[in-house]
């Protein structure tokens, strides 16, 4: 397929084509290969986040277990962000 892509960096194409030119692939093969990690590395940013989130909701339900039922996950929330910073 070709592709025309406006608004490249000068710096970051010259970067990639010379490492192209040194491994000896085509540049179309680098910009493929660069595409495909810059994907995947945004795939496995929300997999972290998601993780977290699952962490954060693990931790709210046993911090709830353990404060009985007057404890409330909205309540803590502002209190630490109307506590006084130091």
């Known amino acids: 397929m070709d ?3 406006k608004g490249v960096e ?13 491994r000896g ?3 179309g093969d680098a910009t493929t290969e660069a595409f495909r990690m ?5 795939s ?4 972290r986040e ?3 989130m699952m962490k954060a909701a693990d931790d709210m339900d046993r911090i709830r277990a353990q404060g009985g039922t007057n404890w ?5 929330i502002r209190r630490w962000r109307y506590q006084p910073r130091t």
Do not use: T
């Open 72 to 76: 409330s996950g909205v309540d803590e």
């Open 50 to 52: 998601k993780e977290r």
């Open 10 to 22: 000068e710096r970051a194409f010259r970067s990639l084509r010379s490492e192209a030119i040194k």
């Open 44 to 47: 496995q940013v929300r997999l």
């Open 3 to 5: 592709v025309s892509i």
């Open 38 to 42: 810059w994907v995947a590395s945004k």
């Open 25 to 27: 692939i085509k540049v």
